[in-house]
Every structure is written in structure tokens, then in C-alpha cells.
């Protein structure tokens, strides 16, 4: 009988697969196809939308979307105040996410950043192969890769992975595996008069915090190593993360301790949670009514470890080069916010934002163009400056670049001795600026400050050179301009 399946990339071979439908994977395809790259999508998924089919449990995001912002939606600079929708050069599938936003936050809801999602996916539209589930992979002795599916064999010179970090994982302290995690967290009325205790101090933990705050008669949040606030507040997540501070520092019933946990037991109809103080050292031994494991997730990478993908994060999330492959020339790219595991510079201990989609969707487009170059021998076109608009170019891009803002440290805008332009992952730039070239950063110091960094490559060495705050982060003056030029 003839197959009646009528789903777009049945088993094969192609130069690239992607697997997964959520924001990385979309991203990847649309990027990869504006270079004219053919590829599959496959996804176990049924539609679009990836873990924002689920997550956040509580159903309002972290990242801001400005339906009216100081720039007119679609242009460039919206990005900057649109930290939710995919990149997109047509006008009509630009900044997707606001368009559904009810304006009753300025961060959406889930359903709302999943419609936003659906949206571009049907729009674009990006093809996938839905209900088709990645399962296995080996290398041939060609060395092309092969994904074995639910529905067949896939070979492929690169494959991209975008299946997230969304695993729930817990630490392994004894007696966590009693607990329910994140995940798991019921309706916050159901919390009504408890003491809850939640195992963690990032997003998820504050999640939970937050959500519970109308609720709980007491939220305990506790990690050894202390949040820092004044980097908080000038941050995405501020949201989350302040709310339960503001009542922290009110004396409302909120904690956030700095906090080994040793062990969590049962104690009858009670939990006992046992630990020791860090930054204030002592024995801690807290009795409550709930935990929590807030301990992140993990990126499912199945059998991928014997091909030579290795980890960081307590095993939990692949260790990554700048271009955000697992080694170099070895075809395995990962998207999403698994693209986390390449850390770049740290500089002043701020990470980049790789783990949410106004950081991820960037390092998609870039990440697109290192496949194709290396692996396709398909090079994206560059742009061009002239010598003589090269100082107001560069102190432009500093001061209103969606990518630069996003990626502080990571991402740079780099200008070649001939004047050819593109995007960077800084670390990679670094490792081989090529002869006499310019890279342009923003970057963040540990007290929150924001300003630029220029570094000047000339041949036998690279100068970093900061140049000072301001008040607007506008830094296209005329102060600017000629210590700009007198560093270039």
C-alpha cells in the first residue's frame, strides 16, 4: 500500500537535521533557510512550542515584551524590549509575541508565548516533521552522523540538537529523591497556611516563591552561595527574583539562607531539613510542612556522550566551543538553551543569557552561519563599513545593538582590516581576531555597571580597552567619539 503519511522529511539523507520544535529549533530552521541551507526538522512534539507547551508552572514568564516601546515594533532595535519573540528579517514575522499579550503584565503568559511561537512556526512557516522521536545516534564510517527515529534513519553531514534542558533533575542530596521537584508543584491555594521549604535560589526557586507569596504562611529558599541582588536588579528576572526580597526584607515570612543542605527526612507528618549556614556559619535544622527540589533540569542527550559530547554542570548540560558545537569540526551543534554550556569569558562572574530565548535566538543566527561555513562550505554575506564611518558605526552598535544587549561578554560586533562586519561569540573572535581587526562588547562588571569594551587586534597581540558608563547608555557622544578614535 502506498504510505498516506503525509508529514514534511520522511527517514533519509541531508545535509543538516534539526531536531526539535520549541524556539531553538525554530530559530535554527528559519536561519539556516534564509542561507539557503536544505535541512529537516523533526520533533517528538506534536506542535510547536517546546517546553513553553508546559513550563513556567506558574504561567508568566521571566523576560519582558513591550507592546510600546521607545522603538517601533519590528525595527532592530525592538528586540531590545521584545525578549520573547523569534528573529525574523520580513516585517510581518517580526516581534510575533506582543501581538498576543493582553498588556495585563509586561512579561506574557505561557499560552501567550506559545501562541507567539505557533505563530512564526505556521507563518514562516518552518516545516517540521512532528510526533517523530530522535532515539538513538552513531557516527558512520564516513563520518556523517546518524539519528535513529521513531519513524527511521536520518544521516547528515551536522546535526543540531534543540531539545532544551528540560529534564527535571535533582542534587544529590540524601533524601531529595523523597520530594517533589519544580515540576511537580501543585496549585498555590493548595499551600494555604504552610511553611514551605524550597531546595535552591534560581528561577525555578523564585518561581515557586513567588507564586506562593498570597499563600504560603512562610517560604524558606535555601543555596550555599548567596544571590547577588544589585546584579538582579538591573537583570531580566528581577521580576521573580525581587518580589519574595521586597517581603524578605519586610519581615513577611519570606527567608532566602545561604545554605548547605546536608539531608532532608521525614519527620511524621513534617519535613526536617538539616544543613549548615555559609556565608554565616552554623547548624541549620528547619521542620516544615513542604519541599522543594528547585535544582534545574537536565538536556536528555540520550547516548550522545559516546560520540564524544562531554559536560558541565554536574553532568547536566554539554560542554560547548563558542560556536556552540560539542568539538570542533565534529558536526554535533546544539540550539535553545542547552547553549548555555559555552560559557565565554565570565568576565566579572556574569554569564551570558544563552539559557533564555532573548539570548539564544542570536546565538541561533550565529551558530547557522559556523555550520554552514565549516561544514557546507556556504558563506553568509557580510556587511561592509567604511573607514571613515567606523567610530559612530561601533558607538552605535554599543549603544542600541539587540544582540550586544543581550549577550553582554558574549556576542561582539567585529570589523575586519578591510572593513567586513559581522557578529561574534567574543571568546571565538579572541582565539583568532585574523590580522589587524576591531570587536565591540557590552559588558557588565559586578556592581551592576554597564559600558562598553573595545578590543584592538593588531597583529601580534589584542588591547582591551573599557570606556566609562553613562548615566542614558548612550554612548555616541562626542566624548565617546574621540576616545574611541584616539584608541582604533
Known sequence: MASTDERPFPPGDYPVVVVGSGPGGLQTSYCLSRLGVEHAVLSADEEPGGMFRLYPIFQRLL???????PAERGARAYEWFDH??????????????????????????????????????????????????????????DGRLVLTTSDGEYRCRAAVFAVGVTTPWKSPIPGIEQVPHYVECGDPPEYQGRRVFVVGKRNSAFEIADGLLPWAR???????????????ALSTVRVRYLQPYEDYGLGGGTFALDLAVER??????????????TTRPGPIDLEVDDVFAATGFSAPLLDLPALGVRTVAQGRIPALTPFWESAPG??????????????????????????????????????????????????APRERVERDRLVPYLLDEVSSAPELWAQKSYLARTVSEDGETEILPL?????????????????????????????????????????????????????YERELRAVL
Open 63 to 69: 523576560s519582558w515584551s513591550k507592546p510600546d516601546a
Open 84 to 141: 520573547n519573540s523569534l528573529l525574523a528579517e520580513e516585517a510581518e514575522h517580526q516581534a510575533l509575541v506582543p501581538e498576543f499579550m493582553d498588556r495585563t503584565f509586561m512579561v506574557p503568559s505561557r499560552p501567550e508565548m506559545e501562541q507567539g511561537l505557533a505563530a512564526f512556526a505556521n507563518r514562516v512557516p518552518v516545516s517540521v516533521r512532528y510526533s517523530c522521536r530522535w532515539e538513538a545516534t552513531r557516527r558512520d564510517d
Open 330 to 379: 565534529s558536526g554535533i551543534y546544539f540550539a535553545g538553551n542547552a547553549t548555555q554550556g559555552a560559557a565565554g569569558l565570565r568576565k566579572h562572574g556574569v554569564g551570558a543569557s544563552s539559557a533564555a530565548v532573548h539570548g539564544f535566538r542570536y546565538n541561533a543566527r550565529v551558530m547557522a552561519a559556523h555550520l554552514a561555513a565549516n561544514h557546507l562550505g556556504v558563506r
Open 427 to 479: 571568546a571565538g573572535w579572541l582565539d583568532d581576531p585574523g590580522g589587524r581587526s576591531t570587536a565591540v562588547a557590552v559588558e557588565m562588571n559586578a556592581a551592576g555597571e554597564i559600558y562598553p569594551a573595545v578590543y584592538v587586534a593588531n597583529g601580534g597581540g589584542v588591547r582591551e580597552i573599557l570606556l566609562p558608563p553613562h548615566e542614558l547608555n548612550d554612548f555616541r557622544g562626542a566624548d
Open 264 to 277: 532532608i527526612e521525614r519527620r511524621g507528618e513534617r519535613w526536617g531539613v538539616v544543613g549548615q549556614g
Open 218 to 232: 512562610q517560604v524558606i529558599l535555601g543555596s550555599p552561595r548567596p544571590v547577588q541582588t544589585t546584579v538582579i
